[in-house]
């Protein structure tokens, strides 16, 4: 069940972690680990939104609806969010 208190259209995955620890390089391995398990459907919108694209640039680039790419922006968020549900709690 998805914390209904969490805006995950706006959830920062990767400043949220303490990557001033020792143990910051590995949490990154982890999260690239993460994002590269998604369907090819949900990686590539998010990829792209990480990478600095708009949400209408990367529906104008992948040729789909505007609610599509938001859609699949924000399920990443939400299975990136239960991979590293453990990172985020240490």
């Known amino acids: 069940m998805v914390d209904q208190g969490v ?3 706006n959830l920062d995955v990767i400043n949220d972690f303490g990557f001033d620890s020792p143990d910051g390089a590995y949490q990154i391995q982890e999260i690239t680990k993460a994002i590269n398990s998604l369907n090819s459907e949900l990686k ?3 990829s792209m939104f990480l990478s600095g694209y708009k949400y209408n640039e990367i529906a104008d680039r992948l040729n789909v609806p505007l609610g599509t790419v938001k859609s699949r922006i924000f399920f990443a968020r939400q299975e990136l969010q239960k991979v590293l549900k453990d990172f985020h709690q240490q």
């Open 7 to 9: 805006d995950l259209y």
């Open 44 to 46: 590539i919108p998010f």
